[in-house]
């Protein structure tokens, strides 16, 4: 049943014109964990240097998203947790012993300067990316300062406090049936897969490094639980896979899980811990292995979400989520480095790649064989019956629904609409020019040396070939009932 792949080099289709929105915040690469620890936003603000310098901005539409509220942000955690990393900083931290135990921040996920507005420009650039999903202004949307899936609803772990991908995944859920969630992360996605395992509206699949590795779950055998049952596929690998190997066992996962699964959205993590040379992860993987995921995924033409996650040699992260941007916008980028902000950190090649080592590979063909049989099997012998069927219909922009019906829709549901947060936004607000006072989202300045052109600045997809699923009534009724499922 496993086949090893040949790798061959990475191909686009330069005439596919996926329209792609992307998020940055430019104050994210100034929040810092802590002296030695390795967890740097920084990373962002390089892999943004590198997409502008390769001048990806004349290609995609660039968004600041406006950070969630502590409103949004219940929609998955806990009020008490929320008003906690509100409030709490490393001045008044004195204060929080008991909720410093009780939410698991300290070592690992130290309390920070700023760690509240952190959370929230993260978070909010997952949710308004999938909103922009959801109105059909885009086919991907990428958010670098998200993928934090280890964070649980009341409690820290693994470097990540608010889970970005969860709430990003129930905007999805307003308007999609089925999601599913794709994560590359050598570490286990525990917190995504907890938040939906009893639940069959997502679909989780982790590929992880599995045995005395942080956060020990993510066995083969846990396959959800209830309505969830076979909607978790856990893929546990040994150290030193390579680009071959990991193709071989991640592309007949995914297309049998999307052939079975039907989902109308997918999020894809894309951790670079998996990366080879980093600094907490044991795999192998190339640049190319690694974009090699997100250019299958992309094949399939589903909309999708792209976040960040780990990644802990920030000059080789940096690089592959700027190839990978490349491959979302149908581009293969040169492999001479553009100068950049920070181009001292790419020496002494100063190219665009990231190389596999001559690590031994833990993971014989009978190993992944055993895993790849294991998957299909689950999947083969349960039947699967979509809650709601879905008709992909080309459909012009006037035809994007109501937009009265839906701010209603989104009062009822905590404000999560992208038209009801254009409300939101108070003029005068220092994040926004005055022209964009009514929308809740602008194009960035740019803090390297090239300005968004022309091309940049249309936001509503004005562009031709809009797509949205469109529904019947009797089907947006049973997403409404499903919905008050979830929610309950
Ligand atoms: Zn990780």
Redesign the pocket.
């Known amino acids: 049943m496993y086949v090893r792949l040949p790798f061959d080099e990475l191909k686009v289709d330069e005439s596919k014109k996926t329209r792609v929105a992307y998020f940055y915040d430019r104050d994210v690469g100034n929040y810092f964990y802590g002296t030695g620890h390795c967890m740097k936003p920084h990373r962002i603000r390089m892999t943004h240097s590198l997409i502008m310098n390769y001048e990806l901005y004349k290609k995609m539409e660039i968004y600041r998203a406006r950070p969630a509220t502590n409103t949004e942000l219940t929609q998955f955690h806990t009020d008490e947790y929320i008003d906690f990393i509100d409030r709490v900083t490393p001045d008044n931290l004195h204060m929080f012993e008991r909720e410093q135990i009780i939410f698991n921040v300290g070592d690992d996920c130290p309390v920070f300067d700023g760690l509240g507005e952190f959370c929230k420009i993260s978070c909010g650039g997952s949710m308004e990316g999938a909103a922009r999903i959801n109105n059909g202004s885009c086919d991907v949307a990428i958010n670098y300062a998200g993928g934090l899936h280890h964070a649980k609803k009341s409690e820290a772990s ?1 470097f990540c406090y608010l889970n970005d991908i969860v709430l990003g995944i129930i905007e999805l859920l307003r308007v999609h049936p089925r999601v599913l969630y794709i994560d590359t ?3 286990h996605g525990d917190g995504v897969e907890e938040a939906f395992y009893t639940n069959d509206r997502v679909m989780t699949c982790s590929f992880h490094k599995f045995g005395e590795f942080f956060p020990g779950t993510g066995n083969l055998n846990d396959v959800g639980i209830g309505k969830g049952k076979y909607h978790a596929v856990n893929i546990p690998l040994r150290d030193g896979i390579d680009d071959a190997s990991y193709k071989s066992i991640f592309e007949p996962i995914i297309s049998k899980i999307i052939e079975w699964y039907q989902p109308s959205a997918i999020v894809l993590q894309c ?1 670079g ?1 998996s990366l080879s040379g980093d600094r ?2 044991p795999f192998n993987l190339s640049m190319r292995g690694h974009a090699n995921c997100v250019s299958y995924v992309k094949s399939f033409g589903i909309p999708m979400m792209v976040v960040g ?3 802990y040699t920030i000059r080789n992260v940096a690089r592959t989520w700027a190839f990978e941007t490349g491959i979302c916008n149908d581009v293969i980028l040169d492999k001479e480095l553009p100068y950049n902000g920070y181009y001292e950190y790419y020496a002494p090649l100063y190219e665009l790649d990231v190389r596999s080592s001559n690590m031994t590979n833990a993971n014989s063909p009978e190993y992944l064989d055993r895993i790849l049989m294991n998957v299909i099997s689950n999947l083969d012998h349960t039947k699967h019956a979509p809650s709601v069927q879905m008709n992909e219909v080309p459909r012009d922009l006037e035809d994007f629904g109501d937009i009265e019906e839906d701010e209603m829709d989104a009062m009822d549901t905590k404000g999560g609409s992208l038209y009801s947060r254009d409300k939101l936004v108070q003029p005068g607000n220092e994040f926004y020019d005055e022209d964009d006072k009514n929308r809740n989202e602008r194009n960035i300045d740019i803090d390297v040396d090239v300005r968004v052109n022309g091309n940049g600045t249309s936001s509503n997809g004005t562009g031709n070939g809009v797509h949205k699923n469109v529904l019947t009534d009797a089907e947006l009724n049973e997403i409404d009932h499903l919905n008050q499922e979830v929610a309950a």
Do not use: P, R
């Open positions: 693994g992360d050598v570490h951790g811990d907490l992860g996650g780990g990644g």
